[in-house]
């Protein structure tokens, strides 16, 4: 077989080399921990013998862990490079299985931990002085309590945990690696495969027919599989109902927020808000439809920018601009953007069998690495400074915090990313001069807020839906998700669904739908971000000082307190009204251009 990426020039790859030099010392490494695994089993019953078996076995589990980790990062970052190669295939299900083990082997840890009673631990505080860097991780444990099961129990689940994970992965296999989207004809008839990678490129072409055409061919591929995707879908949803109830909570969403200690009315407030501002994106959909020159605004019409005048930036383009809005953080952060754009974090170009989309990963002991699909354009510099938000974060609390709090909550992730996109749009729009430029910067920003505030709810109200509905029974068929999700689309997007007939099945092409109630947090967070990129660049230092604090804190105080350090209080639905007031400024902006003309 032929490598998929030996025309990648080596500087637009990631170095991996970095984690392990070769595949050799990670192979030494999963056996080393195996061993060490097996060790461990002889700390089961002996958690609480002692103030200083507590702290051994904590710090023997957190430096597993953070072992385990590494060899994580660098077989899925091996393996999303090219999903075809067998060996990296293998490489993760044996990364996935030493994760699988390590919950198997210290599944004793927590229900040990909650028989402690409070006098026992003050005692072990005063014991050993040790404990007391743990603190919060074992607060955080004991909020948990009534949905810690015995120790028995526990391993049992834990044992599950490979069989829990394949519905994903076969998702993940079927998507990226064994499904063929077909050839269609690009705008200069060169005849194109329709790849994860380029779709939503070729949504974005000026010429309708292909804009049609890359639809129609894509959605009808998923309308061939779609009963599979259904299976693997459903199985997902019935997984985390199943762990939810048997861990004592009332629905699969309050056991994922809990993880995070967000009450569940964070998430039915942003649908509530969210719900009443749809009039403001039919409003921009009716602009669209006008400026676009359509009796009938498709869904296939939704994506392809507005603007005549061309913003196409390059990637080493980026790359500077990049850094210069950037810089507004100070000589720190700007020192990490730069050790990232240079030192080989960032695995830019396409490539056969490559995972789709974008991210920002890596380990506690690695480089905030991020994963790019790159294409000339300014949603791409755009991905950039968000994939960057989140290597900042990411490399600004692990130098800052030990591993037991080198992380930070899912929750807080996506403002650290969506506040440098709004950064850059306040950047840009200040810079401007001309008014063709100014436009299409600004329809570049409500396409964004579309596509994360709008559309993230409502793959977050999807994504409840199917919950509650396995939860009361329903049988998630292809039928009935195509159903729902159809109704759901016409809602917000006010197109009916009759017309828009291959939307039905966007459903199953959605990753993040096997992220158990991740997507909500893309809207909240970018909402948060807004409020926050405002006071960064119209406040004062202390504004500044108080973000990068939060981007240093890590998990060593509850997400809610996190941000509130940083000026958001994010049980209110304040700052989610605030987001909107500054969509509807620019769509106003925008709607009195198009009035001058300045779109033709």
Known sequence: MADNRSHLEEKYTWDLTTIFDSDQKWETEVNDLKIDLEKAQTLAGHLLDSAKNLLETTEIQLDLSRRIEKVYVYAHMKNDQDTTVAKYQEYQSKASALYARFSEVFSFYEPEFMTILPSQFDDFLKEEPRLEDYHHFFEKLLKNKEHVLSQAEEELLAGAQEIFNGAEETFGLLDNADIQFPIIKDEKGR?????HGNFIHLMESKDRQVRQAAYEALYSTYEQFQHTYAKTLQTNVKVNNYKARVHHYTSARQAAMAANFIPETVYDTLLEVVNRKLPLLHRYLELRKKI????????????????QTDLSVNYDQALEKAEEVLSIFGKEYSDYVHQAFSERWIDVHVNKGKRSGAYSGGAYDTKAFMLLNWQDNLDNLYTLVHETGHSLH???????????????????AEIASTTNENILTEALLKDVTDEKERFAILNNYLDGFRGT????????EFEHAIYQADQAGDVLTSDYLNNLYGQLNEKYYGLAKEDNYYIQYEWARIPHFYYNYYVYQYATGFAAASYLANKIVHGQQKDIDNYLSYLKAGNSDYPLNVIAKAGVDMTNEVYLEDAFTIFEERLTELEALVEKGVHL
């Open 453 to 460: 505030i709008f559309r993230q709810s409502q793959f977050a």
């Open 292 to 307: 676009l020159g359509l009796e009938t605004l498709k869904m296939y019409d939704v994506y392809t920018p507005l603007s």
């Open 394 to 412: 990411s490399t600004l609390t692990r130098k800052n915090q030990p591993y037991v709090y080198g992380d930070y909550s899912i929750f807080l």
């Open 191 to 195: 005849e194109i495969e329709i790849t």
